[in-house]
Nanobody, 124 residues
Framework: QVQLVESGGGLVQAGGSLRLSCAAS????????MGWFRQAPGKEREFVAA????????YYADSVKGRFTISRDNAKNTVYLQMNSLKPEDTAVYYC?????????????????WGQGTQVTVSS
């Protein structure tokens, strides 16, 4: 079992930056590839980024590539999402998730553990 708690969301103007954090507790954090997803009102949850267990490999949705960076610190049991050049369309609740699938995936059904989410609002 892995418990995940996101933080760092808030209100920011377009072009601004935010860094989200996801703190994990429970079973060994470094055993799990991690992902970030987001869900805007009235829309389905969509993949944002994923990172391998050791942090060497990453995978991004085309919509955030070049603007967002996923990273992790296994010593702190934390995964991060640095979001730069934010756009109003990035407004959503952002969730972190853990998967047992070693191959990085954008399929949310492959992620067994989820946090409660943190709201990100980007004003124009």
């Amino acid at each position: 079992q892995v418990q995940l708690v996101e933080s760092g969301g808030g209100l920011v103007q377009a072009g601004g930056s935010l860094r989200l954090s996801c703190a994990a507790s429970g079973r060994t954090f470094s055993s799990y590839p991690m992902g970030w997803f987001r869900q805007a009102p009235g829309k389905e949850r969509e993949f944002v980024a994923a990172i391998s267990r050791g942090g060497v490999s990453t995978y991004y949705a085309d919509s955030v590539k070049g603007r967002f960076t996923i990273s992790r610190d296994n010593a702190k049991n934390t995964v991060y999402l640095q979001m730069n050049s934010l756009k109003p369309e990035d407004t959503a609740v952002y969730y972190c998730a853990a998967t047992s699938q070693m191959t990085l995936t954008n399929n949310n059904s492959r992620y067994a553990y989820w946090g409660q989410g943190t709201q990100v609002t980007v004003s124009s």
